[in-house]
């Protein structure tokens, strides 16, 4: 039998070493879904609930493997369903190849059923990358391309295949005139080095600094261990932007957690105390959460050049790879012998560890929300990979999970989409079979796709060599971050037609899909069951009731954002003596913390 199209782009994508495909079935990829029955399976078909949850696991298996995630779904609806997740891609600069399919060629521009421009549809969130095959001689250039510029660019990138090319018998571009042929799978990824002259201009400023702070991001990952010896020279304290959080331990004493909005106080007071300031691979956008302008001198280094020097007005700026630039940095810089700055910011550091135990451990009404990861955080395993959804789960991710070990985490930094906890543990699992998942999603992201998202953890668990995939659900039968949102920024009580969930449990259903369910409904019963489920011989979801009015206060909260919330109790806020009381006790830990 002759090979068809659908057959020669999943060799391809075999040659690429792609071992999964997160997708779901139609009729414009039939092409393609009748050749993985003749490729027995290779790669694996992962089928989704859902295009945009096939989408989420492509960004989650990229993000924790390094290596391109790959979604695949139908024309016209199946390919508006991935947009979503692509664009959580896009935004956080991953890697991700999708494949879609179309309307037969012979009835494209006639109305036909399911036909949609997808062209225009995929133009903005494919922008670095995107092609419509329409002979098999465009494979397999479209699709190496494809590939290689997702790598390059840390970017989605879209290949559309129209449904009756796939049956087509695969011809390869001759050597001729208008078609273009292409070289093997592969791509050696380029070194990108520092300008001599600016790293000395950068040694300038950061030795004549006498409070220096650094910010990390992603883009950091590689670089850890350059990054810590700069700040050890520097006597300097390590901020970390939400989507570097997992770059650099929190066991390590001036690494002062998160900044922004989820961010810490030591975090804040270091930007706010500042006199120089070095960005390596961030690129954080709130301003107003880094020093004053004028009040610190700048320096930033990044891989990509077009996002450097944008959100700071920083003196030098270097487009390098992190870890060269630091290594050819470290030498010339001069060891602080002043270590005051340092020694405050351990301090700081160190006090407030011990004011988020005393925050998580306040009673409430069942249970805190800090308590939960503070309590999962006590016995996270070294080699586990943590996912959090968008929302007040953020918050209690954000704060109170210290990172050690080789622990991975991530969630939609820059997007900040509802719903990718659960299908990038899934992703997650798909690139680490071996080690264990653990998704922290809210009530009101389980119901939109997590509970659905569940019959694929249940489907494909005994394929993994570690079952461990727990999945924790932060109960508290409110849409939690909007509702403090309406208050904090709107002064609007809550409203409860559109900010209460409907009652389930999320452990029944899980126990109905054969997986292991757990409900907490008392403080006392968290860590016993954090206990059951990291040592499970299946995955397993975390049920846990928690008070929805243990307010998520950052680190600098204003009068004015009191005031809204005040304004919003005075107007008639349904919890509005229990939340007031909450926060009060809450922020009294901070300020006086130990009392």
């Known amino acids: ?40 399976n290779q790669p694996q078909f992962v089928q989704a609930r ?37 664009y959580d891609a896009k935004l956080d600069h991953v890697p991700v190849v999708a494949i879609v399919g179309q309307t037969e060629r012979s009835a494209m521009g006639g109305a036909y059923q399911q036909e949609v421009d997808l062209q225009a549809l995929f133009k903005d969130v494919a922008s670095d990358y995107l092609v419509e095959v329409n002979v098999p001689e465009q494979l397999p250039n479209a699709l190496d391309r494809a590939f290689r510029t997702a790598l390059t660019r840390r970017a989605p990138t879209a290949l559309i295949i129209p449904s009756d090319l796939q049956t087509e018998e695969y011809q390869p571009p001759a050597h001729a005139f ?48 350059e990054v810590q010896r700069v700040a050890e020279v520097l006597g300097a304290g390590v901020a970390k932007a939400l989507l570097g959080k997992d770059v650099l331990s929190d066991e390590l004493p001036y690494v002062t957690g998160s900044i922004g909005l989820l961010g810490t106080r030591p975090s804040y007071e270091l930007m706010r105390d500042c006199d120089t300031l070095l ?41 390098a790879d992190a870890g060269h630039a630091l290594r050819a940095l470290l030498p010339r810089l001069t060891e602080k012998a002043d270590r005051s700055w340092r020694e405050t910011i351990e301090k700081n550091v160190a006090g407030w560890w011990r004011t988020m135990e005393q925050q998580a451990m306040l009673d409430a009404k069942p249970i805190n929300p800090m308590r939960i990861v503070w309590e999962l955080s006590e016995r996270l395993p070294l080699d586990a990979i943590v996912t959090a959804d968008s929302g007040s789960a953020a ?31 899934i992703g997650a699992k798909f690139a680490h079979p071996g080690r264990p998942a653990i998704a922290l999603t809210g009530d009101g992201a389980m119901q939109m796709n997590g509970m659905a998202e569940l019959l694929t953890v249940a489907r494909y668990a005994p394929g993994w060599s570690d079952p461990r995939c727990v999945i924790c659900v932060l109960h508290n039968n409110d849409l939690n971050q909007v509702t403090w949102e309406l208050r904090a920024m709107g002064g609007a009580p809550k409203f409860e037609e559109s900010q209460t969930l409907p009652e389930v449990s999320y452990a029944q259903f899980a126990q109905g899909l054969g997986l292991d369910g757990i409900t907490v409904q008392k403080p006392e019963e968290l860590g016993p069951a954090w206990d059951r489920a990291l040592t499970a011989d299946r995955p397993t979801v975390l049920d846990v009731h928690c008070d929805p009015e243990v307010p998520p206060i950052p680190p600098h909260a204003t009068l004015e954002e009191a005031k809204s919330v005040l304004q919003a109790v005075l107007k008639g806020d349904p919890s509005g003596l229990h939340l007031i009381a909450q926060g009060a006790k809450t922020k009294l830990r901070e300020l006086r913390p130990g009392r």
Request: one cysteine or more; a neutral charge.
């Open 50 to 86: 859902h295009e945009e949850m096939a989408a989420f696991q492509a960004v989650g298996y990229a993000k924790f493997s390094g290596r391109v995630g790959v979604c695949m779904a139908t024309s016209g609806p199946g390919a508006i369903h991935l947009l979503n997740g692509l």
């Open 1 to 40: 039998m002759a090979e068809q199209v659908g057959d020669y782009v999943l060799r391809r994508l075999r040659e690429w070493g792609v071992e999964q495909v997160f997708a779901y079935p139609g009729d414009g990829i039939n092409g393609l879904v009748t050749a993985w029955g003749r490729a027995d």
């Open 178 to 225: 208008k078609q273009v042929p292409s070289s093997p799978p592969g791509l050696a990824a380029p070194i990108v080095l520092p300008d001599e002259a600016a790293v000395g201009q950068a040694a300038e400023i950061l030795n004549a600094g006498e409070r220096v702070a650094i910010l990390i991001g992603q883009g950091a990952r590689g670089a850890a261990t």
């Open 279 to 319: 960005i390596v691979g961030s690129n954080f956008p709130y301003s107003q959460f880094l020093p004053e302008f004028g009040k610190a001198r700048g320096v930033q280094i990044d891989l990509d050049g077009s996002l450097i020097g944008m959100r700071y007005p920083t003196e030098v700026n270097i487009v």
């Open 395 to 425: 918050n209690w991710y954000a704060r109170h999970l210290r990172i050690r070990g080789d622990v991975r985490g991530s969630l939609s930094g820059t997007l900040a989409t509802m719903g990718p906890a659960v299908p990038y543990a």
